[in-house]
Nanobody, 126 residues
Framework: QVQLVESGGGLVQTGSSLRLSCAAS????????MGWFRQAPGKEREFVAG????????YYTDSVKGRFAISRDNAKNTVYLQMNSLKPEDTAVYYC???????????????????WGQGTQVTVSS
């Protein structure tokens, strides 16, 4: 069982920054590609950012390119999402997810991921 715990969400104003963290259990963190997804009220869960197992490759949805940055520290079993220049449309519950398949590309569909955290709320007010 892989357990993922997100933290770092909160209520901020437009233009502010937040850094989300996702802490993973166990010693096998580096064997998983990791992704961040978000779900806003009335919307489908959508892919936000992904990072390869070694951290050398990243991929972002168009709406966050240039504003968000995903990173990982395998020694700490943690993946991060740095969110800058936040907008009201970024308001959502953000979920961390782990993909244990040895894919050659970062996958963007939720059913590609095997383990999920509980989510952390990000609210951006205007």
């Amino acid at each position: 069982q892989v357990q993922l715990v997100e933290s770092g969400g909160g209520l901020v104003q437009t233009g502010s920054s937040l850094r989300l963290s996702c802490a993973a259990s166990g010693r096998t963190f580096s064997s998983y590609a990791m992704g961040w997804f978000r779900q806003a009220p009335g919307k489908e869960r959508e892919f936000v950012a992904g990072i390869s197992r070694g951290g050398s490759n990243t991929y972002y949805t168009d709406s966050v390119k240039g504003r968000f940055a995903i990173s990982r520290d395998n020694a700490k079993n943690t993946v991060y999402l740095q969110m800058n220049s936040l907008k009201p449309e970024d308001t959502a519950v953000y979920y961390c997810a782990a993909d244990q398949q040895r894919a050659w590309v970062i996958r963007t569909t939720s059913d590609s991921y095997d383990y999920w955290g509980q989510g952390t709320q990000v609210t951006v007010s205007s």
